[in-house]
């Protein structure tokens, strides 16, 4: 996993930001005791597991990046988990020079901007806090196949910036990509070791569509936590820039 320690002033300072953007929407949230996760299930009556809520998930046309949540039974999720959020970016909101990889199975959608990309899973307790990020299989989603470096350069572009059906929700969700990026990352580029040791090990099967194989990495997390370890790295870097300049260097001839 990579030191957060490692990372630049600049990258931190974003990453401060994304602190920020997630404490302030889940103060106004506390104020009237709601959470992220209700904002989405609220007039939806009786949770139902495996559905969608929003129904027809959260869509931003402008950046074209999609977000929903749901639950899985119950025997079924992780001990005090209630659900996940899924995040998702389409081809028309990524980056130039982002193609699928060229599996033996894919087939490009009637509508290319279909062919979107699972960028991580956030994982949320009974109280609605963030507890885990995880990556998945191909197979769970139903989503077009990037390549770990492509997905790394899909994140900074997923953005869902209007109000409904829960503007501090769509804010939340926004910057918890941004303030936990670096482990994302490395979720990534384990997701895809995971799935080339599979196929090794199953040379049989076809490791996209392997039941058995569903989460392919995942991580514990916690907000308050990350944000500590920000502000802490964030500190070091700005002591190492704010030390006296070297005295002057004089040549000889």
Same mark, same amino acid.
């Given at each position: 996993?990579? =030191? @957060?320690?490692? @990372?630049?002033? %600049?990258?931190?300072?974003?990453?401060?930001?994304?602190?920020?953007?997630?404490?302030?929407?889940?103060?106004?949230?506390?104020?009237?005791?709601?959470?992220?996760?209700?904002?989405?299930?609220?007039?939806?009556?009786? &949770?139902?597991?495996?559905?969608?809520?929003?129904?027809?998930?959260?869509? $931003? !046309?402008?950046?074209? /990046?999609?977000?929903?949540?749901?639950?899985?039974? =119950?025997?079924?999720?992780?001990?005090?988990?209630?659900?996940?959020?899924?995040?998702?970016?389409?081809? @028309?909101?990524?980056?130039?020079?982002?193609?699928?990889?060229? @599996?033996?199975?894919?087939?490009?959608?009637?509508?290319?901007? %279909?062919? &979107?990309?699972?960028?991580?899973?956030? /994982?949320?307790?009974? /109280?609605?806090?963030?507890?885990?990020?995880?990556?998945?299989?191909?197979?769970?989603?139903?989503?077009?196949?990037?390549?770990?470096? $492509?997905?790394?350069?899909? &994140? $900074?572009?997923?953005?869902?910036?209007?109000?409904?059906?829960? *503007?501090?929700?769509?804010? *939340?969700?926004? !910057?918890?990509?941004?303030?936990?990026?670096?482990?994302?990352?490395?979720?990534?580029? =384990?997701?895809?070791?995971?799935?080339?040791?599979?196929? %090794?090990?199953?040379?049989?099967?076809?490791?996209?569509? %392997?039941?058995?194989?569903?989460?392919?990495?995942?991580?514990?997390?916690?907000?308050?936590?990350?944000?500590?370890?920000?502000?802490?790295? &964030?500190?070091?870097?700005?002591?190492?820039?704010?030390?006296?300049?070297?005295?002057?260097?004089?040549?000889?001839?």
């Amino acid at each position: 996993m990579m =030191e @957060l320690s490692e @990372l630049s002033r %600049d990258e931190l300072q974003a990453m401060s930001e994304a602190a920020r953007e997630v404490r302030q929407c889940q103060r106004v949230l506390a104020k009237t005791g709601d959470t992220v996760v209700g904002e989405l299930l609220r007039g939806h009556g009786t &949770l139902y597991e495996w559905r969608h809520y929003p129904p027809g998930d959260v869509y $931003d !046309a402008e950046y074209h /990046a999609q977000y929903y949540y749901h639950c899985h039974p =119950e025997d079924e999720r992780p001990d005090g988990e209630h659900g996940h959020f899924h995040t998702f970016l389409r081809p @028309l909101g990524m980056p130039p020079g982002m193609e699928p990889v060229p @599996l033996k199975d894919y087939e490009e959608p009637d509508n290319p901007n %279909d062919a &979107l990309s699972h960028l991580v899973g956030i /994982a949320m307790d009974v /109280a609605g806090q963030p507890v885990r990020l995880f990556t998945t299989n191909r197979w769970v989603t139903g989503e077009t196949w990037y390549g770990a470096e $492509d997905v790394i350069r899909m &994140l $900074d572009s997923f953005t869902v910036d209007h109000a409904r059906p829960s *503007w501090p929700a769509n804010r *939340w969700i926004t !910057a918890m990509l941004r303030l936990f990026r670096p482990q994302i990352i490395s979720l990534l580029h =384990e997701r895809d070791r995971t799935v080339a040791a599979w196929s %090794d090990r199953h040379p049989d099967g076809w490791v996209y569509e %392997d039941r058995t194989l569903e989460v392919t990495s995942q991580i514990l997390i916690s907000v308050e936590e990350q944000i500590a370890t920000v502000e802490h790295a &964030l500190r070091g870097v700005r002591r190492r820039s704010s030390v006296l300049p070297e005295p002057p260097r004089f040549v000889t001839p």
